[in-house]
């Protein structure tokens, strides 16, 4: 049973605009949250973290959000620009353990000129 | 600078071939872990290892073994590989801060 689900495989959007990218999380146990980038050919690259004590972090254009009733957290690029097309993986943890990162399957980026 | 270096890079092999993937980190971190990642199943745990000589199985272990007999190196060993192997492997370190530092992968054909 999948404990991270990013339940749109990919997003358009126009440059400028906001990208906005959502992640579900089962596990209440999870209190560390990630986001990774990834491009064709390259490893992921961490990209921004929340812990659970918080509920937005925020880092130049990208601004995570964590709603822990819902257990729901979203990635928000603004402005959205061409090279940010990427294939985005939210992550969780449990760091009470041994903090094994658990991924969800991704979501392809486009970002249109 | 700071590195998570895998070889090879990209590999086709036969079944039953035995096979290892080296992974190898600069920055002195206690913990590190396998990943594949396959198309419509995001990244998936192999097996990780919180220190020298301390291993366990992730969520995917069937077929791979690893070792951890230095801080540094985390080799991952497909003992006979088999088409279902077939993937995209990342091996990664982790940072005190919680956060995974990946290698560029290593992609994987076992015909």
């Known amino acids: 049973d999948q404990q991270v689900k990013q339940n749109s495989p990919s997003l358009s959007v126009q440059e400028g605009r906001i990208s906005i990218l959502n992640c579900d999380y089962t596990?209440?146990?999870?209190?560390?949250f990630l986001w990774y980038k990834k491009y064709p050919a390259e490893g992921p690259t961490f990209l921004i973290s929340?812990?659970?004590?918080?509920d937005k972090n925020e880092d130049g254009r990208f601004t995570v959000f964590l709603n822990k009733s819902a257990k729901h957290l979203s990635l928000h690029i603004v402005p959205s620009q061409p090279g940010d097309s990427a294939v985005y993986f939210c992550a969780a943890a449990a760091r009470g353990s041994q903090g094994n990162l658990i991924f969800g399957k991704g979501t392809k980026l486009s970002v249109k000129p | 600078e700071a590195q998570v270096t895998q070889n090879p890079r990209y590999l086709i092999t036969v079944t039953g071939k035995k096979l290892t993937v080296t992974c190898s980190q600069n920055?002195?971190?206690?913990?590190m872990s396998w990943y594949r990642q396959d198309p419509g199943l995001g990244l998936r745990q192999i097996y990780y290892s919180m220190n020298v000589e301390v291993t366990d199985k992730g969520d995917v272990p069937e077929g791979y073994k690893v070792s951890r007999k230095e801080k540094r190196n985390f080799p991952l060993i497909l003992e006979s590989p088999s088409p279902n192997q077939t993937s995209l492997y990342f091996c990664?370190?982790?940072?005190?801060?919680?956060?995974?530092?990946f290698g560029e992968g290593s992609r994987l054909t076992v015909l």
């Open positions: 929340i812990s659970s004590i918080k």
């Open positions: 920055m002195n971190h206690e913990y």
């Open positions: 990664a370190s982790r940072r005190p801060t919680g956060e995974l530092f």
């Open positions: 596990n209440s146990m999870f209190d560390y």
